[in-house]
């Protein structure tokens, strides 16, 4: 704040004090001009009294109050994801804050976007078909008024789609009455469905070498 004294009588000074409420940065002094900086302690506005005394000869004026309101900064939204997600599906961030603030953001580095967020402060950030980590980093938030240039960020993880790398039979050729048996090389621990010859489907679960064997 910048707040100039004076008086219709030359040689006057001028002494403060100070009051804060929900606020910080003020000091009491003296001079002929009060310069401090103030913050805002919570996500409320706060106040600061200055009560200002002025002097002339050895005497006291009649003390002054004035406040300065001291506007909150638009609280940082708060992100939830639906983190992990399987590669191809969509990366989806919830963003939940003040209502119908701006929000400025970016996702993996590109350039900067804005949503506006929602009566109940609430706004929703898509990437769809996500092939890997998707990172939204938040680097200000505008209410109309005064602008908060905090910074989080928050990732979204894309796993890689399981895969069957090959299937062979353990023997090409057999005997009647002999059992077909089938390998299956995949990624380790996945959980594979398959048919044999069009009946119903079965599972078998790769080992953590990524090898099953099935039988027929």
Do not use: H, K, R
Not at 9 to 16: A, E, H, P
Not at 135 to 149: A, R, Y
């Amino acid at each position: 704040t910048n707040i100039a004294l004076t008086s219709t009588l030359s040689g006057t000074t001028f002494s403060w004090t100070i009051v804060e409420t929900n606020a910080s940065g003020a000091m009491p002094g003296s001079g002929n001009t009060i310069t401090n900086t103030l913050t805002a302690t919570g996500n409320t506005n706060g106040t600061v009294v200055y009560t200002i005394t002025p002097t002339n000869n050895g005497c006291s004026g009649i003390p002054i109050d004035v406040t300065v309101t001291v506007l909150a900064l638009p609280a940082t939204p708060t992100i939830t994801t639906n983190s992990p997600i399987c590669s191809g599906s969509d990366a989806i961030f919830t963003l939940t804050g003040l209502p119908n603030a701006t929000v400025t953001y970016s996702v993996n580095g590109n350039p900067a976007q804005t949503i506006v967020l929602d009566g109940s402060g609430s706004g929703v950030v898509t990437e769809t078909n996500a092939t890997s980590n998707v990172v939204l980093v938040i680097s200000n938030i505008n209410d109309g008024t005064c602008n908060n240039p905090n910074t989080t960020t928050a990732t979204i993880t894309v796993n890689s789609l399981p895969n069957v790398n090959s299937l062979t039979a353990v023997s090409p050729q057999i005997c009647t009455d002999t059992s077909a048996a089938f390998t299956i090389v995949g990624t380790p621990n996945a959980t594979v469905t398959y048919s044999l010859n069009g009946n119903a489907s079965q599972t078998v679960v790769l080992n953590a070498s990524g090898t099953a064997t099935v039988t027929q």
